[in-house]
């Protein structure tokens, strides 16, 4: 890879980054599609994140960034225009330049449903999930979930407040049946057994040393468990599930194509999805 005056500058914004594999994905994409480009991640804390999105509303060759975990909710309120999906959700993974000007998007719902589809074969209309977590992610996936027809949503967060406030903005924007509890709450037992769709949107797991993000005991045979952690590529809550007879998905079809709709939505072209595809799998090995 050259890297000259005219090399279009791509970032992923984070606290950690180091984990991310999307330099990776998109730096394969950006060379596939022969494009003067590099993709590198930038670790900011919350503290900093506005100066970080200065920094690139000013750069001349600044060709887009992803926003990972913790500040796609903080970004919705650093950028000058949001697209509707990104409004909807409340929350930005994607930021477009025009002109001096930051566009923020969500392309993690999407990304989310294509995978469930895809690669589970999984079709969410009709049927009851439950999602882990109250943050960025977590919300896009509901609210996408809801888009997509499902019957009811129940949040499952560590502050129930936060579980209640992210289940009242589902039902209020979609008209779905939504639901928050804490992860404490006596009636977990009875929501989890009632799903047919679990998606841990939290980051526990990150870390080899953690423990499932729900009990093991809670998940019964068949029902689908996802986790969008994709590094390491199996975690302890996948793991776990397999041993109890559910069916599982990593997050690593999430990643691939929600960056897949990002790099469109920086270039204006599609991106090679086996190129993107092999670097994932490169990365993770």
Same mark, same amino acid.
């Given at each position: 890879?050259?890297?000259?005056?005219?090399?279009? $500058?791509?970032?992923?914004?984070?606290? @950690?980054?180091?984990?991310?594999?999307? @330099?990776?994905?998109?730096?394969?994409?950006?060379?596939?599609?022969? *494009?003067?480009?590099?993709?590198? @991640?930038?670790?900011?804390?919350? *503290?900093?994140? @506005?100066?970080?999105?200065?920094?690139?509303?000013?750069?001349?060759?600044?060709?887009?960034?992803?926003?990972?975990?913790?500040?796609?909710?903080?970004?919705?309120?650093?950028?000058?225009?949001?697209?509707?999906?990104?409004?909807?959700?409340?929350?930005?993974?994607?930021?477009?330049?025009?002109?001096?000007?930051?566009?923020?998007?969500?392309?993690?719902?999407?990304?989310?449903?294509?995978?469930?589809?895809?690669?589970?074969?999984?079709?969410?209309?009709?049927?009851?999930?439950?999602?882990?977590?109250?943050?960025?992610?977590?919300?896009?996936?509901?609210?996408?979930?809801?888009?997509?027809?499902?019957?009811?949503?129940?949040?499952?967060?560590?502050?129930?407040?936060?579980?209640?406030?992210?289940?009242?903005?589902?039902?209020?924007?979609?008209?779905?049946?939504?639901?928050?509890?804490?992860?404490?709450?006596?009636? *977990?037992?009875?929501?989890?057994?009632?799903?047919?769709?679990?998606?841990?949107?939290?980051?526990?797991?990150?870390?080899?040393?953690?423990?499932?993000?729900?009990?093991?005991?809670? $998940?019964?045979?068949?029902?689908?468990?996802?986790?969008?952690?994709?590094?390491?590529?199996?975690?302890?809550? $996948?793991?776990?599930?397999?041993?109890?007879?559910?069916?599982?998905?990593?997050?690593?079809?999430?990643?691939?194509?929600?960056?897949?709709?990002?790099?469109?939505?920086?270039?204006?072209?599609?991106?090679?999805?086996?190129?993107?595809?092999?670097?994932?799998?490169?990365? *993770?090995?």
């Amino acid at each position: 890879m050259r890297i000259t005056g005219r090399t279009t $500058l791509f970032v992923i914004f984070g606290d @950690p980054v180091e984990h991310s594999l999307s @330099p990776a994905m998109q730096n394969a994409a950006l060379q596939a599609a022969g *494009i003067d480009g590099v993709y590198i @991640p930038w670790r900011v804390k919350a *503290i900093g994140l @506005p100066t970080a999105f200065e920094s690139i509303r000013g750069m001349e060759n600044f060709g887009g960034a992803n926003v990972t975990i913790p500040h796609k909710e903080q970004a919705v309120s650093l950028v000058d225009e949001l697209s509707s999906e990104a409004a909807s959700v409340g929350a930005v993974n994607t930021v477009i330049g025009r002109g001096g000007r930051l566009l923020g998007a969500n392309t993690d719902g999407q990304g989310f449903l294509r995978a469930l589809q895809e690669e589970a074969g999984f079709v969410p209309r009709g049927r009851q999930v439950v999602i882990l977590g109250a943050g960025g992610a977590a919300r896009a996936v509901a609210w996408s979930l809801a888009e997509a027809g499902v019957s009811k949503v129940v949040i499952l967060n560590r502050t129930v407040e936060r579980a209640e406030a992210l289940a009242e903005f589902v039902s209020r924007g979609s008209g779905v049946s939504a639901i928050g509890h804490g992860l404490g709450d006596r009636h *977990i037992s009875e929501r989890v057994a009632e799903c047919e769709l679990l998606v841990n949107a939290t980051s526990v797991g990150l870390a080899a040393s953690d423990p499932p993000a729900i009990d093991g005991a809670l $998940l019964r045979p068949g029902m689908l468990v996802c986790d969008l952690i994709y590094r390491p590529r199996e975690t302890a809550l $996948l793991r776990e599930a397999k041993k109890r007879g559910c069916r599982v998905l990593g997050g690593v079809g999430m990643l691939l194509f929600q960056g897949m709709l990002a790099f469109e939505l920086w270039t204006g072209q599609k991106p090679s999805e086996g190129a993107m595809r092999a670097a994932l799998i490169q990365a *993770i090995a």
